[in-house]
């Protein structure tokens, strides 16, 4: 089967009701983004950093995938997929994609503060003050915040390198390293960009842009690629 790797970004999810602060003036939710998503804040604030997330986690629990993610999921009939996200949501997952990598963390697990290594599955459920990790330190959000090392690059540019198609989908193509992913894609892969708005997209590379939101866009892609499948 051929390799299909696709990389989605907000868009992926807005359509699901998952708001992105790129849309929102750097406000995310109302909340300046790096008072809740930079080491600095965590440090100034914890308590308005732990709020904000269970905010976040509660939106997630009432969310559902959209026809794009399950468009993805389906993709697994005809390639094998694999998915890297910059979304920290749970949507690919539970539309039934099965292999996913998520560059930014995720949103329903914690991890603990003293051992980066110490990472627990929380669902939909709060992290409040004083819950603590086995080795007695703070909870937080298992987010890789702005000023942060992204720890699955390296996984993620190894999966993009082996490549036969390579898809964006909802990426402004504007948060490094992520953005950077698409140089690593084989000369020989093909290249599918899914965004209704433009997007700065490399120029060496011949790309084919379907220019529609993810719910749609997936069910285009999905017909093209027919042509192509093993």
Known sequence: MKKLVVLSGAGMSAE??????????GLWEDY??????????WYRDKDLVLRFYNERRRQLSKALPNAGHYGIAELENYFS??????NIDDLHERA????????????TKARSTADPSLVYDIGYKDINPGDLCEKGS?????????GEA???MDEAVRITSEADIFVVIGSSLNVYPAAGLIEYAPSKASLWLIDPKEVS??????????????TTGVGILKERLSLIHD
């Open 96 to 107: 039934g994609s099965t292999k996913v990598l998520h560059l930014h963390g995720e949103l």
């Open 150 to 152: 992204v720890p699955m």
């Open 81 to 86: 997929v694999n998915v890297i996200t910059q």
């Open 16 to 25: 699901s009701g998952i708001r992105t602060f790129r849309d929102s003036g």
């Open 201 to 214: 997209a490399p120029v060496s590379r011949h790309i084919e842009i379907i220019k529609e939101p993810a």
């Open 32 to 41: 300046d983004v790096y008072e809740v998503a930079s080491p600095m804040g």
């Open 138 to 146: 703070q909870l937080r959000p298992h987010i890789v915040w702005f």
